[in-house]
C-alpha cells in the first residue's frame, strides 16, 4: 500500500506561483510514474502532468505547457507552477503507477488526497 501526501497548495494572485509537492509515507517514489492531475469545481478531474520512472520522461497537459514543470529530487514529485491563472484553481492530486511510463488516469494504481489551489486576487 503506498500512501501519499500532497502539500504545497494555497492561496495566490495570478501570476504568482507555487510548488506541489508529492510524498509517499515511508517509502520513495523514485520508481514509480507519477501523474499530477487537477479537479475544478464542477469539472472532470484532468491529467496536467506525469513524470515516468524509467528515464524521467515528462509531459504536459497543452493549458499549462511552459508554465508547469514536473521534476523528481530525493524520492519525491515537486510540480512548479509559475505564472498562474484563475482557471488553475482546484483541488490537484497526485497520483502513482507502478510502471515505467505513464498511462492514463485509469492506470493509476494510488492517489493522494489532495491539495487546493486557489488563483485570486
Avoid at 101 to 115: F, L, R, V
Amino acid at each position: 500500500q503506498l500512501q501519499l501526501v500532497e502539500s504545497g497548495g494555497g492561496l495566490v494572485q495570478p501570476g504568482g506561483s507555487l510548488r506541489l509537492s508529492c510524498a509517499a509515507s515511508g517509502s520513495t517514489l523514485d520508481y514509480w510514474a507519477i501523474g499530477w492531475f487537477r479537479q475544478a469545481p464542477g469539472k472532470d478531474r484532468e491529467r496536467v502532468s506525469c513524470i515516468d520512472s524509467s528515464e524521467g520522461r515528462t509531459n504536459y497537459a497543452d493549458s499549462v505547457k511552459g508554465r508547469f514543470t514536473i521534476s523528481r529530487d530525493n524520492g519525491k514529485v515537486y510540480l512548479q507552477m509559475t505564472s498562474l491563472k484563475p482557471e488553475d484553481t482546484a483541488v490537484y492530486y497526485c497520483a502513482a503507477e507502478y510502471s515505467y511510463y505513464c498511462s492514463g488516469e485509469a492506470g493509476m494504481d494510488y492517489w493522494g488526497k489532495g491539495t487546493l489551489v486557489t488563483v485570486s486576487s
